[in-house]
């Protein structure tokens, strides 16, 4: 007859297995990324660009800018995550710490991007009235128009993963998933996603892969 003793410690023994096994399968990817891997998706969503043309055809006004050099970062789920786990890394912050970072980040709004701009020359200053729309590529009706945050410059999460540029002044934008007309930004079907930066008469343009995770919404 096997002991009772024996099979309540056996017991005790596949509870604390299966536990441990539990608390290890909810532990999210993203806190298993090594800095490179962090590094590499952080870093998958920048773009570069340009507001204005390549040439300056300025006679009057040279105080105006006559292009400003654009880079834009879509701060999606992923590049969220990133951030985070860098600043965990490299700060040694627990994993709930690093949780509630991405937490505050994804709350956000349904689409942030960071803009960077600097202009060429001129006075050095980017005009408060600039405009940023988000929307199908190849469809300049169906947009969204983004909202200047510069509240969420607070949040660590939306800072992506490169070093800052102090060359270019930063603008935190929030785009809503649906159009003035309450249709989907993003049907079914649309896989990119052109923003269009607008400073005074000069445009420029850039464009992302749309995550699967904001289609349809």
Do not use: C
């Not at 660590?156 to 249709?183: C, K, M």
Request: no cysteine; proline share 6%; net charge neutral.
């Amino acid at each position: 007859m096997r002991a009772p003793g024996l099979f309540v410690a056996i017991t005790v023994m596949v509870l604390v297995v299966t536990a441990g096994a539990q608390e290890t399968g909810a532990k999210p990817p993203y806190l298993g990324w090594s800095v490179a891997d962090a590094e590499r998706v952080g870093k998958s969503t920048r773009v570069d660009g340009r507001v204005g043309g390549a040439l300056d055809f300025r006679v009057v006004h040279t105080e105006h800018s006559y292009n400003y050099k654009l880079r834009a970062t879509w701060l999606t789920r992923d590049v969220i995550q990133a951030t985070a786990r860098l600043l965990q890394l490299s700060e040694h912050l627990t994993d709930s710490q690093t949780e509630e970072l991405v937490r505050e980040a994804t709350a956000a709004g349904d689409v942030v991007i960071m803009v960077e701009l600097d202009p060429r020359e001129g006075s050095g200053v980017i005009p408060q009235d600039w405009s940023a729309f988000l929307g199908p590529t190849g469809n300049d009706r169906d947009v969204a128009r983004g909202v200047s945050t510069p509240a969420l410059e607070a949040m660590r999460a939306l800072h992506g993963v490169y070093r800052r540029d102090y060359n270019y002044e930063l603008f935190w934008i929030v785009f809503p998933l649906q159009t003035a007309n309450s249709a989907p930004l993003f049907p079914s079907g649309v896989t990119q996603a052109a923003l269009t930066v607008r400073i005074s008469s000069k445009e420029g343009h850039v464009s992302f892969p749309v995550p699967a995770y904001l289609r349809a919404k």
